[in-house]
Structure formats: structure tokens, C-alpha cells
């Protein structure tokens, strides 16, 4: 009796594993690898209505776009596989996805902004949304990848991606490549950490095949950060490096602080008036040819200190700290960048320093 038990708790917890891992990565057709029938298309116009995509459910004008294909003069080029979907105005796609009620996850997709100035794409899962900017542009070949996250609700939800737009070029609108989720495990204070997720390790899902990070666009209206723990309180977003692509200073992951005083991340924390803490990070860069004096920018409440460091864009860290004492019962931890940088290899990319291993504790006064 007690080995079935055991045998069918061991069955219960490998299940359980393999549907969560399963959900990590691309969604059914997540790389719109899967076409439509010729039939169902009028040059890269979808027009075999809703279920013309396979796995996905597409409403108003989308086109269906080869990599390598030419618009006007300009040459759309596919960053995985062969094919993306351009949503035009007021177009969208949705799938449904099977969650786990309760849980949070992240979306991350790639996207390029075409034609328009001030592109974004509103994407939800009820009773969810948020409107990501897509008008900065963070890397050279215009393809940058976003994260969102939610809270399911129900084991069943539906995921949208839509663009709110409407320009005078109805073609006009983002392309979308790849579309992925991920499950977040929030991570709690411990004893060693006043600060959640201080390292970074928990977050979206990075693609593996694109080198340029994820954009964890700035939570204006959105409780849920694909970055758990953290808000993206400024105008832009903060880029989120994993350690198969850049140099990080610990771990696996970490975040570079692409676009000066207008990207910060901040938490805030419990702290107890009067008494004293030490705030400790790495600060450094994420060997993408990210040159030149780089200042980071920690705040704790009222305290600050300003780190300067020499990067020569080839990877690297030095670690700072900032003593304080708090003066409330909850103090603000926040990290920004003093100036704008440019990628030496690359000119309209922008850059900045990385900061990672996050930690605060109480000390004594001394
Ligand atoms: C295909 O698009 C063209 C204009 O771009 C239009 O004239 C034609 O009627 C369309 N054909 C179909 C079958 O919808
Ligand atoms: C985004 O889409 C959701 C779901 O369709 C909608 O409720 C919300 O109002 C939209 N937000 C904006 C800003 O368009
Ligand atoms: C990465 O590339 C490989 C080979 O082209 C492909 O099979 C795989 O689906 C890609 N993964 C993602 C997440 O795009």
C-alpha cells in the first residue's frame, strides 16, 4: 500500500514536471513556420479567414511574409526560420494555451517595427493587458524581443497579440517571428537576501537563437513583471542578458541598462526605520562592444552612490556597495544608468552597463 502510494506520488510529480517544462519555449506554430495554403493567400495577404494560420486564430489584415521578400526598398529579413506575419491595422493573433490556474508566466516574442513611427502591439490574456512600445530601437536590424507576464486565471486562456494602430497604409504595422512562454516561479526573500530575485535568475524566456537579450518593456500598467520582483518604472526598457550570449557577472542571467537616465528597474523592500543596510552589486558590461566610461546610478530611498566603470566591451565586473539607514518602513531600491551609449560595432544600438547580483542586508550599526 505505502509503494503504490510512493509510485503514485513518484508518477504525480514526473507528470506534473513534464507538462510545466513543456511549457517552456515556442508555442504551437510559435515560429509561424507553418504557412497557409496557397489558396488562402492574395500575394502575402492572408485570406483564407480565422484558422488560415495553423495553431493560430488571425483576425483583420495580416500578411504572411517570406524572409528575403522586398517592400518598397526595403528587404524583410526573417531572424529564425523562413517566415513571420506582419499585423497590419488593427490586425492580431491569438492561441489558446494550456496553463496551470494561479500560476504567473511570461510571453516573449520577436518583433520588428516597419513602417510606421510609433508602432506597439497590445498584448493580453484576460483579464490582462499592456500596450509594449515597439518605437526605440535597440538593435540595428530593427528585430528586438519584449516579455510580458500575467496571471492565469484559468486553466484554458487565450493570448493576443494585437496591433491597436490604425495608419493610413493598411500594410503598415509590427512583423512578429517568434512567440514563446515561459512559467515564473516568484522568488521570496531569503535570509541571505533582503531583495527577490537580486541575480536576475528568474525571468522571461530568452530565445536561444537570437543574440540580442529580451526587452522587459517599462510596467506602466502592469502588476506583473516578467522580471519577478522588479518594476521597470522609467519611459524605456531595461534588456535582459543571459550568459549563452554576453557576459554576465554571476549566474546565468543579468540585466544591462540599455537607455541612460530613461531605464531603471526598482523594488522596493521592508525595511526597518532607524537601522542600517548594506546594498551590494556587481556592475559591468556585457562584452557587446559597449565602450567607454559607464556610470551606474543605485538609489536606496534618499541615499545614493554613483559607480563608475571602465568598459572596454569585451565582458568584465567590479562589485559596489551603499550603506544606509532606512528612514521607513518600506525603502525604494532602484538602478539607472547616468548616460546613453552607442555600441562601437554598431551605431544605432543602444547600450549600457550590467548589474547583477543584487543584494541587501541588515547590518549592525557600526
Ligand atoms: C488580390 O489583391 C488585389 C489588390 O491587391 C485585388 O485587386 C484582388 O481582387 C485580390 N484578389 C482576391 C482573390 O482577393
Ligand atoms: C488591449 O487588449 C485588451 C483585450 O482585447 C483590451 O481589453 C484593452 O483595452 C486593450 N488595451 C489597449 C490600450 O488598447
Ligand atoms: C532554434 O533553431 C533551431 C534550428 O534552426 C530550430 O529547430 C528551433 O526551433 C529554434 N528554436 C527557437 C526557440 O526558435
Redesign the pocket.
Known sequence: MASLIFLSLLLFSSSFHVSSSFSDGLVANGNFELGPKPSDMNGTVVIGGRRAIPEWEISGFVEYIKSGQKQGDMLLVVPEGGFAVRLGNEA?VKQKLKVVKGMYYSISFVAARTCAQEEQL???V??H???LPMQTLYSSNGWDAYAWAFKAQFPIVEM?I?N?GVEEDPACGPLIDSVAIKALYPPRPTNKNILKNGGFEEGPYVFPNTSWGVLIPPNI?DDHSPLPGWMVESLKAVKYIDSNHFSVPQGRRAVELVAGKESAIAQVVRTVPGKSYVLSFAVGDAKNSCEGSLIVEAFAGKDTIKVPYESKGKGGFKRAALKFVAVGPRTRIMFLSTFYTMRSDDYSSLCGPVIDDVKLLSVRKP
Open positions: 492580431s497590445n498584448v493580453s484576460s483579464p493587458s499592456g500596450l493576443l494585437h491597436p500598467e
